[in-house]
Structures are given as C-alpha cells and as structure tokens.
C-alpha cells in the first residue's frame, strides 16, 4: 500500500477542496482512499472559514469505483488490525462485510450528504460505480463534456452500488435501463436528465467549479443550511432514506447468493460464465 497521501484538503476563498490523488488507479477506493476521504470531508465540516466545499479528482478520470484488488480478506485485515473483516468464514458470516460497507459506503455518503454546507462534485471522464458514492451525496454535480456515468454492477449479481440513488437522480425507468443494461450515461444526457447542474469543457472543469463555489460562498451560510437541510429533509420524506437502506440490503442479499454459487462474494454464476465466453 502506498504511503502517499491518496486525497488532499486546502481551503481557498471560502471553499474547502477535497481532491482525490490516485489518478494512476484512476482513483479508484482503496479502504486508505476511504479513510483519507472521510477525514476530509469531516475536516471541511469541522472548518468556520469554509462555506463551500468542491470535490474533485486527479487525473482522466473521477473515479473508476471500488479497487476490487484491495478487498481480500487479507488487505481488509490489515487496515482494520484487530478486525474480522473477511466476507464470510471465521465464524462471523457476511455480517462483518455487511458491517465494513455501511460504514464506509453508505453511512459515510449520508454523511457527506448531510454536512451543513453546500458542496459541488466537479466530474472528468470515468465515474463508474463507486464513483457515484462520491458524487451524489454533493448537493450540486458540474461535469466536464468527456464525462461518463454507469453501474455496471449487476454482472457482479448485485442490484447497484451501495448509496442507491439511482431512482431519485434518474427517475424510475431511466435508472432500471441502466442497471439492466449497465450501459454508459453521458454527461449530456446526465444534464438533460437534472442529474448534472451544468456541462463544461473539459478545460474549463476547475475554473467553472470554483467560480460557481465562490458564487454560493457569498450567500449567508445559516441560509444556505437551512437551504440544504429544507431539500435533503423533502427527500427523506419522501422515502429516499428508507429505500436506500433497504436497497443496501439486497446489495449483501445479492453477495450472499453469489458466494453460495461460486464462494467468490463478487462473481456469480452468470458472470463466471460471461468470462468463459468473452462477453
């Protein structure tokens, strides 16, 4: 594992910036990306001279998801020493995976969704899967024209990733096409569909971001939380908080049946299959 730093945090006129700095992995979550990721993010809550907060990545790409390479049972318990955090065995069933993934996946997003300040993600190239943990819980979403969405998780015998938004950020027919399919959604029709807030050029990613973070900086924070929480609050009563909790659920119902196929959490049968084949 790497000891340098895979996200770093600096605050600039108001506006703390979260920057995700493994663009050699893509960016992909390590449990240390993870780690370092939340610890920003706190850091940007706990900090009276930030309004705004930007999230942003490195490289060609946001995010390519979850680094699957990292999460044997042997990297998982060296993060966590003193841990069972295998997927199953020792005693402890999926209970202890289920445990490590509500933490760092779907807890941690309703958290970063739910720190009292206004945040942007600002997008480039790939966010795939995992990637949208990291997007959707920000109030706000610029992407550059190069940028793409997909959760192409299905193949893996679950029914998306962890903080399932799909419904409530695509609508419900939008969001079955692309699971079903785990075809791509280009930043053009992410807008077209009220997903995105504004598509920019590549070029251009950073400047429109900051210049869009300074603009909020200017409103009243007290005005802006309650902002924040009056909308988040409508979503919730709307449901969004149970659904995703129990859409969570059949996530590890959906790893359950693929390590009674195959004893491999990630793959099920189809999937084994698939690579048989090349599809």
């Given at each position: 594992?790497?000891?340098?730093?895979?996200?770093?945090?600096?605050?600039?006129?108001?506006?703390?910036?979260?920057?995700?700095?493994?663009?050699?992995?893509?960016?992909?979550?390590?449990?240390?990306?993870?780690?370092?990721l939340?610890?920003?993010?706190?850091?940007?809550?706990?900090?009276?001279?930030?309004?705004?907060?930007?999230?942003?990545?490195?490289?060609?790409?946001?995010?390519?998801?979850?680094?699957?390479?990292?999460?044997?049972?042997?990297?998982?318990?060296?993060?966590?020493?003193g841990?069972?955090?295998?997927?199953?065995?020792?005693?402890?069933?999926?209970?202890?995976?289920?445990?490590?993934?509500?933490?760092?996946?779907?807890?941690a997003?309703?958290?970063?969704?739910?720190?009292?300040?206004?945040?942007?993600?600002?997008?480039?190239?790939?966010?795939?899967?995992?990637?949208?943990?990291?997007?959707?819980?920000?109030d706000?979403?610029?992407?550059?024209?190069?940028?793409?969405?997909?959760?192409?998780?299905?193949?893996?015998?679950?029914?998306?990733?962890?903080?399932?938004?799909?419904?409530?950020e695509?609508?419900?027919?939008?969001?079955?096409?692309?699971?079903?399919?785990?075809?791509?959604?280009?930043?053009?029709?992410?807008?077209?569909?009220?997903?995105?807030?504004?598509?920019?050029?590549?070029?251009?990613?950073?400047?429109?971001?900051?210049?869009?973070?300074?603009?909020?900086?200017?409103?009243?924070?007290?005005?802006?939380?309650?902002?924040?929480?009056?909308?988040?609050?409508?979503?919730?009563?709307?449901?969004?908080?149970?659904?995703?909790?129990?859409?969570?659920?059949?996530?590890?119902?959906?790893?359950?049946?693929?390590?009674?196929?195959?004893?491999?959490?990630?793959?099920?049968?189809?999937?084994?299959?698939?690579?048989?084949?090349?599809?």
């Amino acid at each position: 594992m790497s000891s340098a730093p895979s996200v770093d945090f600096s605050v600039k006129d108001a506006v703390g910036v979260i920057t995700l700095t493994r663009p050699e992995a893509s960016n992909a979550q390590d449990p240390k990306l993870l780690r370092e990721l939340d610890a920003a993010w706190r850091s940007a809550a706990d900090d009276d001279t930030v309004r705004v907060i930007v999230l942003r990545a490195d490289g060609r790409s946001f995010s390519s998801g979850h680094d699957l390479r990292a999460f044997d049972g042997r990297t998982l318990r060296d993060a966590l020493p003193g841990r069972d955090v295998t997927f199953g065995g020792e005693g402890r069933g999926l209970g202890a995976g289920y445990q490590w993934e509500s933490d760092h996946y779907l807890d941690a997003a309703r958290r970063w969704r739910d720190v009292p300040k206004p945040s942007i993600a600002a997008v480039q190239g790939a966010c795939i899967a995992g990637g949208l943990n990291l997007c959707w819980p920000c109030d706000l979403i610029v992407a550059a024209d190069d940028a793409f969405f997909s959760d192409p998780v299905a193949r893996m015998g679950i029914p998306g990733v962890e903080y399932h938004a799909h419904v409530w950020e695509l609508g419900a027919r939008k969001a079955k096409e692309i699971l079903f399919t785990g075809s791509r959604l280009s930043a053009a029709e992410a807008h077209r569909l009220g997903m995105v807030n504004q598509v920019v050029p590549r070029t251009d990613l950073d400047q429109e971001v900051m210049d869009l973070a300074r603009r909020i900086a200017s409103v009243d924070p007290f005005a802006l939380a309650q902002v924040k929480r009056a909308v988040n609050l409508t979503l919730d009563i709307q449901g969004q908080r149970a659904a995703m909790q129990a859409a969570f659920d059949a996530h590890w119902l959906g790893h359950a049946n693929a390590l009674s196929q195959t004893g491999n959490r990630l793959a099920t049968l189809a999937d084994l299959e698939a690579m048989k084949t090349g599809d």
